[in-house]
C-alpha cells in the first residue's frame, strides 16, 4: 500500500520492511558481540515494540531472558510529557545487564526515565536499543547504545506503532501526511 487511512489521518509509505529488517540485522551483530557472556535481561517496552523485539531477537544469539514492561507518553499524535508505568518489572535484575527494547525515542522522557528506574533497582549496566531515533525532538540527556533507524521528527505508523491503537500491525512504516 502507498498509502493508508487509519481513523481520521492519512499516512503515506516511507520505509518498507525490508529496509527495516536490514538495520535490525546490523544492530544485532553489535549486541551479539557487545552481549557476550553477560547474561542479559531483555525489557521489550510494550505495546510499540513487540515486532522490532520479535525480529531482534530472532537475530539475537546471546542467551538471556525476555520480559516487558508497559509505559505510556502519548495520546493521539503528541506526548504528554508525562510517563506512568503500567505493568512492572518482575526480574530481579541487582547486578545484571538490562537491555531496554524500544520502538523509537524522540525526546527521549520515557527512555530517561525507565533507565533511571532500573539503576536504582540495582541494574549492574543498562543499554538502549531502539528501533527508531529523532534526534530532532531529544530533549532529555540520554545514550543510545543501539539505533537501528535514524528519522525526521514526523509522526509515524506500522510496524508496531500506532495512531491511538491503529496500524500496530502494518509491516511497513507510513508517515502522516499534513
Known amino acids: 500500500m502507498k498509502k493508508v487511512t487509519l481513523k481520521d ?51 539475537v544469539e546471546v542467551l538471556g531472558e525476555v520480559s516487558f514492561v508497559k509505559v505510556s507518553s502519548y495520546q493521539g499524535t503528541e506526548s504528554t510529557g508525562e510517563t506512568t508505568e503500567l505493568i512492572g518489572l518482575n526480574e530481579e535484575i541487582a547486578g545484571r545487564t538490562v537491555v531496554i527494547v524500544e520502538d523509537i525515542v524522540d525526546s527521549g522522557l520515557t527512555m530517561s526515565k525507565l533507565v533511571k528506574s532500573l539503576h536504582d533497582k540495582g541494574a549492574g549496566e543498562v543499554k538502549v536499543a531502539t528501533l527508531f531515533f529523532k534526534p530532532e525532538s531529544l530533549k532529555h540527556e540520554l545514550h543510545l547504545d543501539y539505533v537501528a533507524l535514524r528519522i525526521p521528527n514526523d509522526f509515524i505508523v506500522g510496524y508496531g506503532l500506532d495512531y491511538d491503537g491503529y496500524g500496530r500491525n502494518l509491516r511497513d512504516i507510513y508517515t502522516l501526511i499534513p
Do not use: H, Q, W
Open 9 to 59: 489521518k492519512t499516512f503515506g509509505l516511507s520505509l518498507p520492511e525490508s529496509e527495516i529488517l536490514k538495520a535490525i540485522d546490523t544492530i544485532a551483530v553489535d549486541m551479539n558481540r557487545d552481549l557476550e557472556g553477560k547474561d542479559p535481561l531483555f525489557l521489550v517496552v510494550l505495546n510499540g515494540a513487540y515486532m522490532f523485539a520479535s525480529d531482534l531477537m530472532k537475530r
